[in-house]
């Protein structure tokens, strides 16, 4: 990890492609960072839109606690953004998917605890028992066979 400048940056270790930047409130960018976050119903991660470039809200980090395991659960949210070509802003279905993707990009290396947070995330916004949708998913692909 490199610090400057009330920065850390580190290369994301689900896909090492994404830079991962938090951003404490001393650095000349926070401001912007924060604005932008707030504007997205108060996220503490986003993706530079274009870009692989993910940044945290290091102060939300710090006073929310959040651990690894989180952090690397905004990561693959973020990342999974970029992959299905999301655009800029949200709206529930991006998010939606944007958290489905992320959970198997985290479940694909090993990090379940990690999908933990963004399955309880969907449990909590949107009513969505991943457990459920997991095995009706499952019943259906065994059909299918």
């Known amino acids: 990890m490199e610090q400057e400048q009330s920065i850390v940056s580190y290369q994301s270790t689900i896909n090492p492609d994404f830079t991962v930047f938090v951003i404490y409130k001393e ?5 912007e960072i ?3 976050l707030e504007k997205m119903n108060n996220s503490i991660g ?3 839109v274009g870009t692989k470039n ?5 102060e939300a980090v710090a006073e929310q606690e959040i651990d ?3 952090l690397l659960a905004i990561e693959a949210h973020e990342i ?11 709206d529930e279905h991006s998010e939606k998917e944007a958290d489905l993707l992320g959970i198997a990009l985290l479940e694909m290396s090993d990090l379940q605890r990690a999908a933990s ?8 916004l949107y009513g969505i028992d991943y457990a459920a949708f997991e095995e ?3 019943e259906l692909n065994y059909k299918s066979n």
């Open 68 to 70: 690894r395991d989180q």
């Open 117 to 124: 947070f963004l399955k309880d995330r969907m449990k909590e």
């Open 136 to 138: 009706e998913f499952d």
């Open 34 to 36: 924060k604005d932008s």
């Open 27 to 31: 650095h000349g960018r926070y401001k």
């Open 80 to 90: 999974a953004h970029s992959m299905l070509n999301h655009e800029a802003g949200i």
């Open 54 to 58: 993910i940044f945290i809200d290091g």
């Open 46 to 48: 986003v993706l530079l």
